[in-house]
């Protein structure tokens, strides 16, 4: 049956059909609809881990119990879980276990844009690439096969244009293998130096028999063309080459991005009068094309940043495409804001008002960066903001203490903020953390994670209570506000700066966007009464604008948070 998917739910379909049983990832874009996905199938077992790390053993644990397994991520998430992946590559598997890794080339939702084919090169595991949804969907089927016949995991490499981008795939049925006998083998399963020392030879000389696998593999195809121009490729770059060059591309399209084949390559290369490398981000494939001797256009044409595009190859490439048309006017930058009626608002700007220093971290409150709060200062990785205060005050003590906190996300917290409020409460720092605890995993599309009480299909779960937890780590002083009630959000945060003792507070109210949020009536403001001071512009809620002097509200964006009548001291805002 064929049916129009998007990359990441043609994937989803590829561990439906190959029996994969259990799917454990951590959500993050472009990666997360491929878990959404594959929990509509009530026969495979899918949850949302509290981290990257964690859900790679957990996968790694199913595959060793003998059933097929997969953990899903972005890029920045297999940071984390790198040390379970370069060692997972040593023992190998039981039954199949994949991991896909979405890459963000453009950083249209990340903090960094790393090539994930290196995690694949330094763990010495075999990665595949797809170029659309129906690769997508048959890759991660013989990804399984692949993981089982060479002993190892199988990463799959997406990005956001393949994850996010529809085509036609072909359905088929779920096949089950039989499930693979556990077996105890301490020599193979069990990292400790001895038996550790023992398996690198074994990775060494699986990679020797992928790489000879890789000559002949249905991942990598040639599809000759005109010979002038012979173009190297994987991915989307192999996409925009067939539309800039149409039926005439010369194309030699890899599939399987490591190890990359030697033959093969010289065999195209040969058959060409110029060699084409055409690859996002870092150089590769070019890199491999050179160390065989080859001489290749590459990255002295192509950038080493950002996504490419057709217009991109075919400017690069000298080749002249059809006059695009383009709008007569330049339409106004639209920068990334808080929802209106976010309940981060608040905090952020109280927080400004008293001029602290924030040490933020990743997910939708990042956004407390930007203009006019602009109430962050530093935002570095996942749980990075509670252990940077920790290490800000060691440096400054007094100097700092008493005007700098960091901020996190209640799931950011589970995802990593623990351990360093662990730290925290062990090496006694007067440090002052706000979780931001909206009830959910925002800025990924509203995810479940240990502190809502659901799992990834919404039924109860185990339950974290955040202020249990703070105070069996160590903290006494753990505070609870609205953060729409800005006078209270001062006093608590003035109170706890002031201490000379670690604290918590809990930044406590559900996103708005939540469908169990109800609504008030937007606020409506009393012209008469409105002075243009523009002091409400401040919070930068988008619901709010200045016209012809005097505030202004959207009332198809306000949600009567009432934040906004806080501000003014004339009282011009009201309800309807």
Request: one cysteine or more; glycine letters at 8%.
């Amino acid at each position: 049956m064929a049916e129009l998917m998007l990359g990441n739910k043609a994937l989803a379909r590829g561990l439906f059909e190959a029996g994969c049983s259990v799917v454990s990832s951590y959500p993050g874009t472009p990666s997360t609809e491929v878990t959404e996905e594959a929990a509509k199938y009530d026969e495979i077992y899918c949850e949302w881990a509290p981290n990257e790390k964690v859900a790679m053993e957990v996968a790694f644990g199913a595959c060793l119990a003998g059933k097929r397994s997969f953990c899903g991520m972005k890029h920045v998430g297999l940071n984390v879980a790198a040390d379970p992946l370069f060692t997972c590559s040593y023992t190998g598997v039981n039954a199949g276990m994949v991991i896909c890794v979405a890459d963000d080339a453009g950083m249209h939702s990340s903090q960094n844009e790393q090539d994930s084919r290196h995690h694949a090169i330094a763990s010495k595991i075999p990665m595949l690439e797809p170029s659309d949804s129906a690769e997508a969907c048959e890759f991660t089927k013989k990804a399984f096969e692949l993981s089982e016949e060479f002993d190892t995991p199988v990463i799959i490499k997406m990005c956001t244009r393949v994850a996010h981008s529809q085509s036609i795939v072909q359905t088929g049925e779920r096949i089950v293998p039989p499930v693979k006998q556990y077996e105890k083998n301490i020599a193979k399963y069990v990292m400790m130096p001895g038996n550790a020392i023992r398996r690198h030879p074994f990775v060494e000389e699986r990679m020797k028999k992928l790489a000879v696998y890789a000559e002949d593999c249905g991942f990598n195809r040639v599809e000759m063309g005109d010979t002038a121009i012979g173009i190297i490729t994987s991915s989307t770059s192999y996409q925009y080459a067939k539309e800039v060059f149409g039926e005439k591309a010369c194309i030699l399209k890899l599939g399987m991005v490591h190890p990359l084949p030697e033959r093969l390559i010289l065999d195209f290369a040969a058959k060409v009068d110029k060699l084409v490398i055409l690859e996002e981000l870092d150089p590769i494939i070019e890199n491999h094309c050179r160390a065989l001797g080859l001489t290749v256009t590459g990255k002295d044409v192509f950038p080493i940043t950002g996504e490419f595009s057709q217009s991109l190859v075919a400017q690069k490439l000298g080749v002249k495409l059809p006059q695009a048309k383009s709008l007569d006017e330049q339409l106004p930058n639209r920068p990334p804001v808080m929802c209106a009626g976010c309940p981060h608002r608040g905090l952020f700007y109280t927080l400004a008002k008293q001029k602290c220093t924030v040490l933020g971290d990743i997910g939708c409150y990042t956004l407390g960066a930007v203009a006019p709060l602009s109430a962050m200062d530093m935002t570095l990785c996942m749980g990075a903001s509670i252990s940077a205060v920790h290490g800000f005050n060691k440096a400054l003590g007094t100097q700092s203490e008493g005007r700098t906190v960091a901020v996190i996300g209640d799931s950011t917290f589970m995802h990593s903020g623990m351990t360093g409020l662990a730290n925290i409460a062990y090496n006694q720092s007067n440090s002052t953390v706000v979780i931001l605890d909206n009830s959910i995993t925002g800025m990924t599309g509203h995810q479940q994670n240990p502190t809502t009480g659901y799992n990834i299909k919404g039924d109860p779960a185990g339950k974290i209570d955040l202020e249990a937890l703070c105070r069996a780590m160590g903290f006494s002083r753990i505070k609870v506000v609205d953060p729409y009630d800005l006078a209270e959000c001062e006093r608590v945060l003035k109170e706890e700066l002031a201490v000379a003792e670690p604290s918590v507070i809990i930044s406590r109210r559900p996103c708005v966007l939540l469908k169990y949020v109800k609504c008030e009536k937007p606020v409506v403001v009393a012209q008469d009464k409105c002075k243009g001071c523009k002091a409400c512009m401040r919070l930068g809620c988008p619901a709010i604008s200045i016209r012809e002097g005097r505030a202004a509200i959207d009332a198809t964006l306000c949600v009567g948070c009432g934040v906004c009548a806080q501000l003014c001291k004339f009282g011009a805002f009201g309800e309807v």
